[in-house]
Nanobody, 124 residues
Framework: QLQASGGGLVQAGGSLRLSCTASGRTFSNYVMGWFRQAPGKEREFVAAISWSGGVTYSAGSVKGRFTISRDNAKNTVDLQMNSLKPEDTAVYYC???????????????????WGQGTLVTVSS
């Protein structure tokens, strides 16, 4: 129901835009988040956005570089990634918090619905 796309290989300092597309149901009423998992590491929170798009929350490691946005009419959530670093290399996942929370939260356990990830590789 959720599919992440847009990953690829980019040099350090470059940009990528990831997109999460929902199918089968609408996710416009839910907080949506992006997470990532680097090789050998646990999955971690990257950014999340309220159902309206009016409130966002980002991890400190990406603040000022990554921007999350959504288009409820298209049922998509995007992650614009700028000034990429080698440590941003990971598989990126989008997920939905189906609790109808009003504010985005970073706790991974709150996200119920996960999509397949997309690999982002940043070369130095």
């Amino acid at each position: 129901q959720l599919q992440a796309s847009g990953g690829g290989l980019v040099q350090a300092g470059g940009s990528l835009r990831l997109s999460c597309t929902a199918s089968g149901r609408t996710f416009s009423n839910y907080v949506m988040g992006w997470f990532r998992q680097a090789p050998g590491k646990e999955r971690e929170f990257v950014a999340a956005i309220s159902w309206s798009g009016g409130v966002t929350y980002s991890a400190g490691s990406v603040k000022g570089r990554f921007t999350i946005s959504r288009d409820n009419a298209k049922n998509t959530v995007d992650l614009q990634m700028n000034s990429l670093k080698p440590e941003d290399t990971a598989v990126y996942y989008c997920a939905a918090d189906l609790s109808r929370a009003t504010r985005p939260r970073p706790d991974i356990s709150l996200y119920d619905c996960w999509g397949q990830g997309t690999l982002v590789t940043v070369s130095s």
